[in-house]
């Protein structure tokens, strides 16, 4: 991993004044994935949403077969240049923000220690690729919900391995993306228009009023304590006229038949890990109240839909089979990773009990006898001309 970073005060969107550490511009991790190491859902490529249905939701229709989907790879490095982070124009780098910390053989965020309790190690990062491609396939192929005209500043909040960040650079050559994280896990090699900075959105933020055209918020509920905060911070950031979206699958596992009993040991999983983060003042149900704090923040035109994302391959539907396999591969492979920090540091189970509970989730995950499935919800709004 290069030891170098950019200065990061002009560019910075968010800085944490009261912390110790500044908020930096980085070099990416070592070992980082841009890409799904997995595979890439076909057609999973940048277009504009249709505009959105109707919430109210049909039930998914049942495939008796039980066959898997197939999936394939496409990968194409065309066009990437060396992100600003990694040019030679830079300075030494704050070891607490480069610094990682490790607990239960898993790799966590050392910048504002505690904070995020998930790991940023490679396979957490993989999964996480993975749970891209996937929403980005719920969505029909796009990359963003909310009606864009030629953005030209883009804020990316918890970018994570920094995936959408770059599919937006490639997708808007003229707009200048921005990803944020606590963790420095993101790539080099990404498009000019695309740069990384380690910082905790929910500090004060040192942007100018009217920044952005677009803010974008994905899979945050498991990390946020104040969405008040972070939807007020983003309405004072936007430009009149500018978009914040917000886009989430909600935790609580549904079922539209008789399939899935009180037993359902992913469901109690998903309760664990609610209560565990909630220890910490983390509300993973976040996407059933983010509506009403968008209009209560001031945001007009507010969109809210409603995606139906199957557990598993039971769907009848071949597009639904193949959400449903990646949705059950990305909480598979990510057992480990999304369970140990809630149940260990928040409800103080030893690593062995979470692991022995684990062999259940892992049975009830694999069962296509039971139809499960989890909302993904995609919010956005405006802030008025
Ligand atoms: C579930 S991942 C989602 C990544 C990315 N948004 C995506 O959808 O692919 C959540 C990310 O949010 C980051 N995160 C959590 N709390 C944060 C905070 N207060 N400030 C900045 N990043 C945060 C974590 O480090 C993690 O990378």
Redesign the pocket.
């Known amino acids: 991993m290069a030891d170098t970073n950019t200065p990061a005060a002009a560019a910075a969107p968010a800085k944490s004044p009261t912390s110790p550490e500044p908020a930096a511009a980085v070099a990416p991790g070592e070992g980082s994935s841009s890409q799904p190491t997995a595979a890439t859902i076909p057609d999973a490529g940048a277009t504009i949403r249709p505009p959105a249905g109707p919430t109210g939701q049909t039930a998914i229709e049942v495939d008796d077969e039980g066959s898997n989907a197939s999936v394939t790879s496409d990968e194409d490095d065309e066009g990437y240049s060396d992100s600003i982070a990694g040019s030679s124009a830079t300075t030494s780098l704050s070891s607490s923000v480069r610094d990682y910390t490790f607990e239960n053989n898993r790799r966590y965020?050392k910048f504002h220690e505690g904070?995020?309790h998930?790991p940023?190690d490679e396979p957490e990062q993989a999964r996480?690729d993975m749970?891209?491609c996937m929403m980005v396939h719920v969505g029909g192929g796009a990359l963003h919900y909310a009606p864009l005209q030629n953005p030209q500043k883009i804020l990316d909040?918890?970018?994570?391995?920094g995936?959408?960040a770059i599919d937006m650079g490639d997708e808007y050559p003229e707009a200048e993306i921005v990803g944020?994280?606590?963790?420095p896990i993101q790539p080099s090699w990404v498009p000019s228009n695309v740069r990384f900075i380690v910082?905790?959105?929910?500090q004060p933020w040192v942007t100018p009023p009217e920044t952005y055209d677009y803010i974008h918020v994905?899979?945050?509920a498991?990390?946020?304590k104040n969405w008040v905060g972070l939807i007020e911070q983003s309405y004072t950031a936007l430009k009149p006229g500018g978009w914040l979206e917000i886009q989430d699958l909600n935790w609580t596992y549904r079922c539209d038949d008789t399939s899935m009993g009180p037993d359902y040991a992913v469901a109690q999983m998903a309760k664990h890990i609610g209560e565990g983060l909630g220890k910490f003042g983390v509300k993973i149900y976040s996407p059933e109240d983010n509506p009403a704090r968008l209009e209560a923040a001031g945001f007009v035109d507010i969109r809210h839909s409603i995606d139906k994302v199957p557990v598993g391959t039971w769907p009848k539907d071949p597009n639904m089979k193949m959400i449903g396999l990646y949705n059950r591969s990305t909480v598979y492979d990510g057992l480990h990773g999304i369970t140990m920090g809630p149940l260990t540091r928040g409800l103080k189970w030893t690593p062995e009990e979470v692991e022995l509970f684990l062999v259940r989730v892992r049975k009830d995950l694999m069962n296509s006898r039971i139809h499960s499935y989890v909302n993904m919800h995609t919010l956005c709004g405006q802030k008025p001309l």
């Open positions: 965020h904070k995020y998930f940023n996480e749970r891209h909040v918890g970018t994570g391995t995936i959408w944020i994280d606590l963790s910082d905790d959105a929910e994905r899979g945050m498991s990390g946020i």
